[in-house]
């Protein structure tokens, strides 16, 4: 089975990350088949939604940082992947829906809340946890969160990387639908086939000026970002991190 399976039916393209024994993280195949297929939904007429969601207990865990030595590999070629997946979510002239069925963590969580409609299962949680291995939060994040959520709450997911629960994440803006885990799924689909049977034309113009108004930073942010990081992944800090991931015990970060 693919990492990435593609699904198109009655006007909806289903998106789906396929590594559930790890979680849903995305290695280089499923971000470059995600991003191209995201992209490639413009000029696809068949197309009238796209929803993207994981298999298993995960929407997605985020970037793939396991293995030893996982600093060693992981660059700033990850973030440029997960840049060009969010740029593609919030670009493309059709709605997009994040079926969150799972922890969205790390990119997996910035997807997620690039998505215009984001739809959790009762067990699903979001976290910002970048900071647990010595990073800062990316994928569009820095503005997609305060954007919905407001500059106090937004510090203390990314500073304090506490999950935030599927409800609390609705209570507080960050999710447009919250259900319970055995609605959930036909919640998805009851909002899919209304997206897919709604006016083309004016949802493009609809999320085109939506957008505009509360994300005209992305950009910006997206690369405050990518240069923030790329410091940031030359530290000591981040490589005690990403050992003590893989080692599955607490990292002790020196500012190195």
Not at 108 to 116: N, R, T, V, W
Not at 123 to 130: I, K, M, N, Q, R
Not at 171 to 195: E, I, Q, T, W
Not at 203 to 214: L, S
């Amino acid at each position: 089975m693919p990492d990435l399976e593609e699904q198109l039916s009655d006007g909806v393209l289903r998106l789906t990350f396929n590594r559930p024994e790890a979680f849903n993280a995305l290695n280089d195949v499923m971000a470059d088949g995600l991003a191209d297929l995201l992209e490639g939904a413009r000029a696809r007429d068949e197309v009238r939604v796209v929803v993207i969601s994981g298999t298993g207990a995960a929407f997605s865990a985020g970037a793939d940082i396991s293995g030893e030595d996982a600093h060693e590999n992981f660059d700033i070629t990850a973030l440029d992947r997960a840049n060009r997946i969010v740029r593609a979510v919030v670009s493309l002239d059709k709605p997009v829906l994040a079926a969150v069925n799972g922890v969205a963590a790390g990119v997996g969580c910035s997807i997620a809340l690039a998505a215009d409609l984001a739809v959790a299962a009762e067990s699903a949680s979001f976290v910002l946890a970048f900071s647990r291995i010595g990073l800062m939060p990316d994928g569009g994040a820095s503005a997609t969160v305060a954007a919905a959520v407001g500059r106090a709450r937004a510090m203390r997911m990314a500073l304090l990387a506490e999950p935030l629960a599927a409800r609390a994440a609705y209570d507080a803006g960050l999710v447009s639908h919250v259900a319970g885990d055995a609605d959930f799924p036909a919640l998805v689909d009851k909002l899919a086939a209304r997206l897919a049977a709604g006016p083309p034309l004016a949802f493009a113009a609809t999320k085109k000026a939506i957008n505009a108004a509360t994300l005209a930073g992305l950009d910006a942010a997206l690369e405050r970002e990518r240069t923030g990081q790329a410091v940031l992944l030359r530290t000591a800090d981040v490589a005690e991190g990403m050992r003590a991931f893989t080692e599955r015990r607490r990292p002790v970060f020196r500012g190195e």
